[in-house]
């Protein structure tokens, strides 16, 4: 049965519910850009499939419309996939399992993909349609946009006719995005060798963070899930020797990580002016235990107090698992990457002070791994102004360096320059104020969209961005308003018929 068949507009969330059974996550977005082809030939549509999965499907303009100048409608196929820890999905593998709870639509236990999985759902059940009026239609869906717009970046616009875009990848309903920040992902990697050691095996979990998007809630001041570990390391080195065996932690770089794990062998401690006992002398495992949980739990306590009124659910779990032999990092190399993630900036750097509330350079340590040879680290930059994002880019560089750590910068993408004269905008504002007597906000964020992008690559495009109400977005707690969904439908096909 389908879980979303009574609700409204029927085409356009039965495309969400069909979308929904399809994993998509960044990386895995093969299958979802083939179903998009198939629509398309099913349909008997123009359309475009490149290398890596964009898809660009075209729909000639309706009776009588003809001779009107051709509309872009743009959105991404991928979806930031994170799931809560008792969620038995594979989210590499299985379809998501949708929940409709009054007005919100939500997913079991997972992220929605609403972000951007609403957008599809527009465009299909648009060009699916043969009732409705428009000029021609150029739907372009692209692939890996949260993983920094690869997509857009690699997209061949020459099958492109149109001036005009209205991007589909905006979360508040009655909201005109007309400008972004840029952006870029720095990696780090710190290389490292592994030998054999004797010790304590223990873990630290930090876990019960809210996470979120990282240029939409970047300004909420949430704890950092990656950022908190290394904090806890560093505590933790300053009273015990760790060797650290593995550091996991988040799901995307612009997503802000609600947990974070390390496991570490505790090779000694601190006793009185003895700096470190050895396993072969007069080593306690039940002092050296008893200092571990003392200073995780005092920490724990310290990270509610500080984000009590924004992060509420934090919180560290340990455990330990006796003694025995890993092969973990040296001493010395361990302290080295505790004091990189420790030394790490994270959350607003700077506000605007041209436009009241707007981030104006921020940056989020968003997905740590671990491998036999070296430790990975996703950092997403983002800032208004270019200049600043290419010095904060310096700095973490600079401390990568220091930590002998190895950085490439990936992902990088330009700004959405704000414009003060927009025949497309002035449109969609009038035919607004129309249905809703009402008028919409004007205003830029500092997310990024992929309309910066394409505007360098066609000359002279007029953009504007909407979408109807979404909630915690890249969380598995992230909603849909099906009422804000079918306002929007009813009023981008008004839109369509004025254009």
């Not at 979990?205 to 979120?212: A, D, V, Y």
């Not at 080593?283 to 984000?307: D, I, N, V, Y």
Request: hydrophobic share 35%; charged share 25%.
């Amino acid at each position: 049965m389908k879980a979303l068949r009574h609700l409204e507009p029927k085409d356009v969330f039965y495309y969400f519910e069909e979308i929904s059974q399809i994993p998509h996550g960044s990386g895995n977005t093969d299958q979802i850009s083939n179903y998009l082809v198939q629509f398309a030939r099913e349909k008997n549509l123009e359309y475009y499939q490149d290398e890596i999965g964009n898809v660009i499907i075209i729909k000639e303009a309706s009776p009588g419309y003809e001779d009107h100048a051709p509309v872009m409608l743009q959105g991404h196929m991928d979806m930031v996939t994170v799931k809560k820890p008792e969620s038995p999905l594979d989210m590499e593998k299985d379809g998501l399992k949708l929940v409709v709870d009054g007005d919100r639509l939500m997913a079991e236990g997972t992220s929605l993909g609403g972000d951007d999985g609403i957008a599809l759902a527009y465009g299909l059940a648009l060009l699916a349609g043969s009732q409705y009026q428009h000029p021609r239609v150029e739907l372009v869906i692209t692939v890996d946009e949260e993983v920094g717009m690869d997509g857009a970046r690699a997209l061949d616009v020459t099958p492109l006719k149109a001036k005009r875009l209205v991007n589909l990848d905006s979360e508040e309903e009655g909201i005109f995005l007309s400008g972004c920040a840029g952006g870029a992902r720095v990696n780090y990697f710190f290389e490292h060798e592994r030998k054999p050691r004797k010790g304590i095996r223990c873990e630290v979990r930090i876990e019960g963070l809210k996470g979120g998007h990282s240029g939409e809630e970047i300004h909420k001041e949430r704890g950092n899930a990656i950022c908190l570990l290394g904090r806890t390391l560093a505590k933790l080195s300053g009273k015990l020797d760790i060797c650290i065996e593995n550091l996991e932690g988040g799901v995307a770089d612009n997503a802000i990580p609600s947990f974070a794990t390390a496991r570490i062998l505790l090779t000694g401690y601190e006793n009185g002016e003895s700096r470190q006992k050895s396993m072969q002398g007069e080593f306690s495992e039940q002092e050296c235990l008893a200092l571990f949980k003392h200073t995780c739990e005092k920490l724990g306590r310290e990270f509610w107090e500080e984000l009590t009124d924004k992060d509420d659910g934090v919180c560290i779990k340990t455990c330990s698992h006796g003694i025995g032999e890993e092969m973990v990092m040296e001493e010395e190399a361990s302290r080295r990457l505790t004091g990189m993630l420790n030394a790490l900036p994270h959350g607003v750097l700077a506000m605007s002070s041209a436009m009241p509330g707007l981030v104006e350079t921020s940056l989020n340590p968003g997905l740590l791994s671990t491998n036999e040879r070296q430790v990975s680290l996703g950092i997403s930059v983002r800032s208004s102004f270019d200049s600043a994002k290419q010095a904060l880019i310096r700095q973490l560089q600079s401390i990568a360096y220091l930590a002998g750590a190895k950085t490439e910068v990936t992902g990088e993408y330009p700004g959405w320059t704000y414009k003060k004269e927009s025949p497309l905008r002035d449109k969609m504002i009038e035919v607004y104020e129309e249905m809703y007597q009402a008028k919409p906000e004007v205003k830029a964020i500092h997310a990024g969209v992929e309309c910066g992008l394409l505007a360098h690559k066609i000359h002279g495009l007029d953009c504007v961005s909407i979408g109807p109400d979404m909630k915690n977005i890249h969380t598995a707690e992230e909603e849909l308003c099906i009422s804000s969904a079918e306002r929007v439908w009813k009023y981008l096909l008004r839109l369509l018929k004025a254009l």
